[in-house]
């Protein structure tokens, strides 16, 4: 089975790019990767520079060697690179969703006042969530730990813990990435239901 015309003409000049890409990232020159596919290095040379034509079985082989799969290797490139934030007016955010895993969304926050003391208060649910920081900088209350998270850095934890953020100093702006469960939980507390219950402090 071979790569064929028009459109595939484009795929096929892509995949020899991403090819080559991939073989100079690795760090291994056209004898190396050529020993790996088991082909030779002129072959591999010619299948690079378009001069060979690309078999399936060159393909496997080559993703393989290039530790990809065969769909990652002969993607197409995407025609949504660039998206628009939805904006959220009742609660002062833009969100984007993340293609690639429809189930985690960004949102682009900025903060005012600092987080609730109170671990009541506290959100607790299932799931994962990631921030950054972009300007200002922020306190992330964690269970009965406080962090201070400046501009440029980052935070990472599991949302079954008691958490809140918000400002230290002054105004800060963070974007968040939330998986699934994270952004649900998020969702209730912003429409008004209540989040998971925290648990109890330990004494």
Partial sequence: MLLVTQEAGE???LVRKRIRALRVAQGW????????????QSTLSRIENGQRRLTLDQLV??????????DQLVETAADDVISSPVIDAAHSLMRWPVKADPG??????????????NLARMRAHPGREWLVVLSGTATLLLGN????????????FPTMLPHAIGAEG?????????????RRGHQRGEDGAP?????????
């Fill in 11 to 13: 795929l096929d000049g």
């Fill in 29 to 40: 020159s056209l004898g190396e990767l050529a020993s790996r596919v088991k082909v030779s």
């Fill in 61 to 70: 082989a080559l993703a393989r060697a290039l530790d990809t799969t065969l």
């Fill in 104 to 117: 985690m969304t960004v949102v682009r926050q900025r903060m005012t006042d600092p987080p609730p003391e």
């Fill in 145 to 156: 730990r406080r962090f201070r998270i400046e501009t440029n850095q980052a935070a990472e």
């Fill in 170 to 182: 002054g105004p800060c702006e963070i974007l968040g990435i939330f998986d699934r469960d994270a």
């Fill in 195 to 203: 989040a998971a219950p925290a648990p109890p402090r330990k004494a």
